[in-house]
Nanobody, 118 residues
Framework: VQVSESGGGSVQSGGSLRLSCTANIRFVPANEYDIYWFRQPPGKEREWVGDITGRDRQTHYADSVRDRFTVFQDERANAVHLQMNFLKVDDTATYVC??????????WGQGTQVIVSS
């Protein structure tokens, strides 16, 4: 399984970006795997940002991004997006997508960089 992220870039504080996560999971229904977003700021540990469960599409968010970030599934594009609004300088990080399936395993993308300037 290959996982890839896209949509990173540079933006000014207060702006928005939409990240996308795709995985070449064939013949497995989308409701069987969960998608997590993590980020790793420069010089810091990786931290969980948010996730969406495949079974019931419930979403969960870290306190630092709640009400600003939204995780949602785009079935037509076969992708999961992370919509990031009202970005802050502290959101600067490499954002990584993690796909988890109860039987196939745990898969990580390479990450996409987000830089927020003041």
């Amino acid at each position: 399984v290959q996982v890839s992220e896209s949509g990173g870039g540079s933006v000014q504080s207060g702006g928005s970006l939409r990240l996308s996560c795709t995985a070449n999971i064939r013949f497995v229904p989308a409701n069987e795997y969960d998608i997590y977003w993590f980020r790793q700021p420069p010089g810091k540990e990786r931290e969980w940002v948010g996730d969406i469960t495949g079974r019931d599409r419930q979403t969960h968010y870290a306190d630092s991004v709640r009400d600003r970030f939204t995780v949602f599934q785009d079935e037509r594009a076969n992708a999961v997006h992370l919509q990031m609004n009202f970005l802050k300088v502290d959101d600067t990080a490499t954002y990584v997508c993690n796909v988890r399936h109860w039987n196939l395993g745990n898969f990580w993308g390479q990450g996409t960089q987000v830089i927020v300037s003041s």
